[in-house]
């Protein structure tokens, strides 16, 4: 069966510091993967989406970027974290396009 | 343009009351798939239900069950005799063949009180 990990669980990050979310996939073969984030009490913003290794599309300008090393590997890094970054961030993963996603136990995310 | 429209914010119910949770949504497509998920205190989405714009029949599983409607746009999820533990907020989501992405509707808060 697939699992989706999240690290870390919880993160208090200082202004201007930097960021690094990890996702990992297992038990599937190229998948899509996503970055979601969940402002307090809001809906799901659609950061970056990934059909492949080293593939990554932007939904939203920001201070935030995405990688894929690997193939069931999804980072979501940031130079410099700004206080309106503070949220929950969400991985998810899918078979093909427009197909279910399952998501991962998230990253709550504060910046002080 | 797709779109998710959850038109109730939060609704509250006494445990075993029966609640429906409305989602009404547009498409241009004529093969999209709409969804269902949970996020219950812990954060973590739940996949409830997925249905695809060709399979119109009615879901039930155990006190869930789901309503799709072609003609109104709709696809309702109605608990039965809820529980405590039903309370979360429930996202409807729609995703086109053609597409990438899901669009998410922006969440119903249900909590069920003892």
């Known amino acids: 069966s697939q699992t989706i990990h999240q690290w870390p669980a919880t993160l208090v990050q200082p202004v201007g510091s930097p960021l690094s979310l990890e996702c990992t996939v297992e038990?599937?073969?190229?998948?899509?993967l996503y970055w979601y984030r969940q402002a307090a009490g809001r809906g799901l913003q659609l950061l970056f989406y990934?059909?492949?290794?080293?593939?990554i599309s932007s939904e939203v300008p920001q201070n935030l970027s995405a990688s894929r090393p690997q193939d069931r590997q999804f980072i979501l890094s940031s130079k410099k974290l700004l206080l309106s970054d503070s949220g929950f961030y969400l991985c998810a993963w899918g078979k093909r396009r427009a197909d279910t996603q399952y998501f991962g136990p998230g990253t709550r995310l504060t910046v002080l | 343009a797709q779109k998710v429209t959850q038109a109730q914010t939060e609704i509250s119910v006494v445990e075993k009351e029966d609640v429906t949770l409305d989602c009404v949504y547009e498409?241009?497509?004529?093969?999209?798939?709409l969804f269902w998920y949970k996020q219950p205190p812990s954060g973590e989405l739940v996949f409830l239900i997925r249905r695809n714009s060709f399979d119109e029949q009615n879901e039930i599983s155990g006190r869930y069950s789901w309503n799709f409607q072609k003609s109104t746009s709709s696809f309702n999820f109605t608990i039965t005799a809820s529980q405590v533990v039903d309370s979360a907020v429930y996202f409807c989501a729609l995703s086109e063949a053609g597409g990438q992405n899901f669009v998410f509707g922006p969440g119903t808060r249900l909590s069920v009180l003892p």
């Open positions: 498409t241009r497509d004529t093969t999209y798939y």
């Open positions: 038990g599937t073969s190229n998948p899509n």
């Open positions: 990934s059909v492949g290794i080293g593939q």
